[in-house]
């Protein structure tokens, strides 16, 4: 109907069933299913997905069968790096958006994917904003994002001993398992008993 929705491939719910019957293991087959579905969405945005020139950013996504508002996990700007940051920098003419949305994608895949408690980086961003004197985030510059970033990285690394991934392919294996993982959180369950949802339908995974 001429909507311009973006290209992306789903990985089904029957997937998802499959990972918790098998000890919460992805499927035989799955990383080359993945690598293909990557390849399509490239071919389609003419983008690469970890090339530091022309970056292709994806976001994944749960797709239960009914809709569990809120209950569910979802990784926005999925591959940025340190180095495709600056290539979106440059192709979007925006240097402050860019740095914008790496820490927003740091902020929230240390949250929902590496289990970073969330109130650590949103302290950091408080405090960025009350020793610069602004009150809200939109006074915030290029050169304060990018030194938000070093803080959240730091951050990450105090907190949980490891660097932030700057591999893509680690990032989106890491946000795809957050998203199956999200269908047997303590909310999700809670909500399904209220609501009648089968725990066994399983959720897919949309990543777009």
């Known amino acids: 109907i001429g909507l311009p929705v973006p290209p992306g491939f789903t990985i089904t719910t029957e997937v998802c069933t499959a990972y918790y019957a098998n000890g919460e293991a992805f499927p035989v087959g799955l990383t080359d299913q993945v690598a293909k579905g990557i390849a399509h969405i490239e071919g389609v945005t003419g983008k690469s997905f970890g090339d530091p020139a022309n970056p292709l950013l994806v976001s994944v996504r749960s797709g239960a069968r009914v809709s569990m508002p809120g209950m569910m996990d979802t ?26 949305s790496y820490r927003r994608f740091i902020q929230m895949y240390s949250d929902v994917v590496l289990g970073l408690d969330h109130h650590l980086v949103e302290d950091a961003l408080e405090i960025a904003k009350e020793d610069n004197g602004f009150y809200a985030d939109v006074e915030m510059g290029e ?36 998203v199956f993982d999200s269908w047997d959180s303590d909310r999700a369950k809670v909500y399904r008993r209220l609501n009648d949802i089968p725990g066994d339908w399983g959720t897919a995974v949309n990543v777009q």
């Open 75 to 100: 990784v926005l700007n999925l591959g940025l790096n340190d180095k495709t940051v600056e290539g979106l920098s440059a192709s979007s003419g925006d240097a402050r958006f860019a740095w914008d």
């Open 143 to 178: 050169e304060h994002w990018r030194a938000l970033v070093a803080e959240y990285k730091s951050i990450v690394l105090q907190g949980l001993g490891r660097e932030f991934p700057q591999d893509v392919n680690e990032q989106l294996w890491g946000a795809i398992r957050a």
